[in-house]
Every structure is written in structure tokens, then in C-alpha cells.
């Protein structure tokens, strides 16, 4: 017979975990509107808001977090921006502090953390967040997968409301038809225009000297690159995915997430300080570099900017920089035989003689310093994954052990007088006239 404090047990057990797991109760379905103001969602009306909005943005948030406390008055200001729009976008906010299970479901590590749902399909937010820089960010989402540009005035109103955040591509005298799929395909990732009608001034403004032809541009890089054909979706498509990216991409935590879809080897250059003025002329040689070889991605760090990943391929303040290796953007990268690191004279031939070496096989493999082993597991289930798998193996180890003292309940209570009550091996020895106070 089990006993009855461990019988009340297995219910309060139920309820902890009920609590931990927090079913909210909030705003149903039927009382979510896009009215311009931020929408607080819990775990009964998520589901529903996103399958009721074609585009919502959600703040994962903890009321005790302070960049979260700064981040909600900026929300405030642009949701009713965003909610005019004519494709609207709504904004809201969850507080995953709370609501675990839904902060489990999507990954939330950190607060605040940002999700964009398309259609019902997340996607990270990696934007500004600053109310006017947010709205522009987020224009990009619900504009026409290709605008139609008739005027050099049109032209420059296009760039300037694209913003910088994002490539943009004009195509200048091309038939919308000719970019239309690809813009389809990268709409996430780039503007796309086709300008029907524009003036010389224009050619000369975007550099380019013939029709058709498409230019690239990378506003916040102040890059741009053009491209005469052929048009057909093989070439087109190699040239609009080169162009994602600058001819040189500065890494930082931000940008490399952008290199985490490329399919592309990536040269990395490691050097003391981006600021330098060597470094910057540098750059300029990789820039020329990168131009002859789109094949491969180029990229920089400096070991001041971000010493931590500098690290990772043994590169720090007392090693012989600058430093080029490549890297296949996970474990492993490859350094050239003799041309380890760069010489001050001479860079421009270093760097050829350097990708010249890596073409031929001339190379060393080598594995990036890797995460320690809590950094891998964060990465793959989250930290808060790991709390909750903690706190599962605790329940089932307390479940265990009552299930033992209800075993020594049952074997030391058999000649107890019914109705006694006993609690644990020890409670068998008293009958109902000794029990204790």
C-alpha cells in the first residue's frame, strides 16, 4: 500500500511541472488585430497571430533585461509606422521568461532576440533596431520583388529609401522578365530594380557604358560592380550570388553570419589592426584580388577588432601578421607553403603568388582552434535546452526515489494496523496509539 504523503506527492510534482512548462492565458485569436500597436502574445494566441499575419515581427524578451527595457520603446514608435504600410507588418512581443516553451521551440538563448515570420516561416532578425532604421530594414520585406524604375529622379529615390543594409541591383535596360526569378529567390537578401528610362548623367553616376547591363551596389561598403551578360540564368545567377556580398567582407559577429549559406572557400586575412593605414591599403589589394577571382570569397579581421576569433587560426599580437590562410567557414582551413604570412614590399605579388599556391595544391591542412564542449552543446540545443533537460533528469531522479520509500513503505508496514500511517522504513514501527506528535 503506498502511503498517502508519497501519493500527494506525484500530483505537486504534475503541478511544478505544469508551471514550468506555463500554458499562458492571454489574447485569443479573435482580439489580435494590426492597429499599430505592439501585440503581447503568450503560448494560447502565438500560434495564431502568426498563421493570422502575413508578416509579424517578435520580441523575445525578459522583463528584467535592460536592453530589452530600451529596445520597447523603440518597437512602440515604429509599429504604427509599419502597421500603415500596404503590405502590413505587425509588430509583438513575448515574454520568453515566462513563456518557456515557446522560448525553448525557438531557440532563444539571449535577450532581446528578434524572429521575422514570413507566411508562418521564422527567419532571425538581424537588423537595426532603432525605430527608423527598423522600418526601412523591414520595408525591404513587403516591396515588389522587382521595381520598375522610369526615371533618373526614380532611380535615385529607389537607392536612397533601400537604405544600406541590403545589395541593391538596377538592372539598366533589361526587361524585368530577364531578373524577376532570381529576385524571387534572393528577395531576403537584395533590392532588385530595372530602370526603363534614365539619362547619360546616369551611366556615368553608376559607371557603366552599355545596355543591357546590371550593377550591383553595396551602399554601405561604397562598392559597385557591373555586369554585361550574357543573361542567361546560369551566368545572371552566379553574378547576382557573388554579389551578396562585398568584393571584401570585414568579419565581425555579424557579418559572418552572412557567410554561413556560402558554398564559397573564403580567404581570410588576418592583420594587426583594420584602422591602420597599411591595413587599409591592403584591403585595397584584396579588393583587386577578390575582382579576378569570384570564385572565392575575401574577407579580413584584425586581431584588435576581434582577438578571440583571430585566435582560432593561431594568429594573435606576437604572430608574423598579415596572415592569409583559407578557410572553408567551419573546422578546417589550409595555409600555402611559403607564403604563410606578408612581407610589407611587394603585397599585390604576395597575394598572387599566395592564390597562385592554393590553386596548385601547394597547402597544409589545418583545424581551427575549436568551442569547448558547453559551446557546443549551447549551439546545437541552447542553453535554456539544457536547463530543461537538467530539471527533467532531477524529476525523474525524485520520481525514482519515492518509488523505493513507497517499496520500504509497503515492505515494513505489512503488519500495521490498517489505516495507520506510515512515512518511510522507520514509520512501520509505530502502531496509530504511539504516533508522534
Not at 482580439?31 to 493570422?52: H, M, P, Q, R, Y
Not at 604570412?341 to 596548385?360: K, P
Amino acid at each position: 500500500m503506498a502511503s498517502p504523503i508519497s501519493d500527494m506527492r506525484l500530483p505537486i510534482i504534475l503541478l511544478l511541472l505544469f508551471s514550468i512548462l506555463n500554458v499562458g492565458v492571454g489574447s485569443t485569436a479573435s482580439e489580435l488585430k494590426a492597429d499599430g500597436k505592439v501585440l503581447e502574445l503568450d503560448e494560447s494566441n502565438f500560434d495564431s497571430a502568426i498563421s493570422s499575419f502575413d508578416y509579424i515581427l517578435v520580441d523575445f524578451y525578459a522583463p528584467w533585461c535592460g536592453h530589452c527595457k530600451r529596445l520597447s520603446p523603440q518597437l512602440d514608435e515604429a509599429a504604427p509606422v509599419l502597421a500603415g504600410l500596404e503590405e502590413p507588418i505587425v509588430l509583438a512581443k513575448v515574454n520568453a521568461d515566462k513563456f518557456t516553451r515557446l522560448a525553448s521551440k525557438y531557440d532563444i538563448d539571449g535577450y532581446p532576440t528578434l524572429k521575422f515570420f514570413m507566411h508562418g516561416v521564422s527567419m532571425e532578425y538581424s537588423g537595426p533596431r532603432k525605430a527608423d532604421l527598423l522600418v526601412q530594414y523591414l520595408k525591404k520585406f513587403v516591396a515588389p520583388d522587382v521595381s520598375i524604375l522610369s526615371s533618373d529622379s526614380a532611380i535615385n529615390d529607389f537607392v536612397e529609401a533601400a537604405g544600406t543594409f541590403f545589395p541593391i541591383y538596377i538592372g539598366f535596360g533589361l526587361n524585368e522578365t530577364v531578373v524577376s526569378n532570381l529576385a524571387v529567390k534572393y528577395k531576403k537578401k537584395a533590392w532588385f530594380s530595372v530602370a526603363k528610362d534614365f539619362s547619360d548623367d546616369a551611366m556615368v553616376l553608376y559607371d557603366f557604358d552599355k545596355v543591357p547591363s546590371l550593377v550591383a551596389l553595396h551602399p554601405s561598403y561604397k562598392q559597385q560592380s557591373v555586369f554585361y551578360g550574357p543573361f542567361e540564368d546560369t551566368f545572371l545567377g552566379d553574378f547576382i550570388k557573388q554579389n551578396l556580398l562585398p568584393l571584401v567582407v570585414p568579419l565581425n559577429h555579424d557579418t559572418l553570419k552572412l557567410l554561413k549559406d556560402e558554398d564559397r572557400k573564403i580567404v581570410l586575412t588576418i592583420i594587426a589592426d583594420e584602422n591602420e593605414d597599411q591595413s587599409q591599403n591592403l584591403i585595397k589589394l584584396l579588393r583587386a584580388a577578390a575582382s579576378a577571382n569570384r570564385d572565392l570569397v575575401f574577407s579580413y579581421v584584425g586581431v584588435k577588432q576581434w582577438e578571440d576569433f583571430a585566435d582560432k587560426f593561431e594568429a594573435n599580437e606576437k604572430s608574423k601578421l598579415p596572415k592569409m590562410i583559407v578557410w572553408n567557414g567551419d573546422v578546417e582551413y589550409l595555409s600555402v607553403v611559403g607564403v604563410e604570412s606578408l612581407d610589407n614590399e611587394d603585397q599585390g605579388s604576395q597575394i598572387s603568388r599566395f592564390l597562385e599556391g592554393y590553386r596548385e595544391g601547394r597547402t597544409e591542412r589545418k583545424t581551427v582552434k575549436g568551442p569547448s564542449f558547453m559551446d557546443f552543446i549551447h549551439s546545437l540545443i541552447g542553453i535554456r535546452s539544457v536547463y530543461i533537460i537538467v530539471f527533467i533528469v532531477a524529476i525523474m531522479m525524485l520520481i525514482q526515489s519515492i518509488g523505493k520509500e513507497d517499496e520500504s513503505v509497503r515492505d515494513g508496514s505489512r503488519d500495521a494496523v490498517d489505516g495507520a500511517e506510515s512515512f518511510g522504513a522507520e514509520s512501520s514501527r509505530y502502531r496509530p496509539e504511539k504516533k508522534e506528535d
